[in-house]
Nanobody, 121 residues
Framework: QVQLVESGGGLVQPGGSLRLSCAAS????????MRWYRQAPGKQRELVAG?????????HYADSVKGRFTISRDNAKNTVYLQMNSLKPEDTAVYSC?????????????WGQGTQVTVSS
């Protein structure tokens, strides 16, 4: 089992910033990919950003967040971060982290419980 604990959500005014964290623990083995997804009310879940395991330089972003959000990871802490700047009301959603990895040949994927981000004045 792998546990994911997210933190950092909250209420912020438009133009503000938040930093989300997602720490993995348990039978981790080797984490290959870490991602952030979000789901707004009445909308489908969408991929926000992802980062590969190796050197952390292989990243990808949704077009809607490019230039505003930055994903990073600390492999020593098995933690992924999402720095969100210049937040807009349309960024309001529940943000969830996702990890894909393998442990002794067993491939796994897990989701975090989600953290609410609300952008409003």
């Amino acid at each position: 089992q792998v546990q994911l604990v997210e933190s950092g959500g909250g209420l912020v005014q438009p133009g503000g910033s938040l930093r989300l964290s997602c720490a993995a623990s348990g039978s981790i083995g080797s984490i290959n990919v870490m991602r952030w997804y979000r789901q707004a009310p009445g909308k489908q879940r969408e991929l926000v950003a992802g980062i590969a395991a190796d050197d952390g330089r292989s990243t990808h972003y949704a077009d809607s967040v490019k230039g505003r959000f930055t994903i990073s990871r600390d492999n020593a802490k098995n933690t992924v971060y999402l720095q969100m700047n210049s937040l807009k009301p349309e960024d309001t959603a529940v943000y969830s982290c996702y990890v894909w990895g393998d442990n002794s040949g067993r491939v796994y994927e897990y989701w975090g419980q989600g953290t609410q981000v609300t952008v409003s004045s």
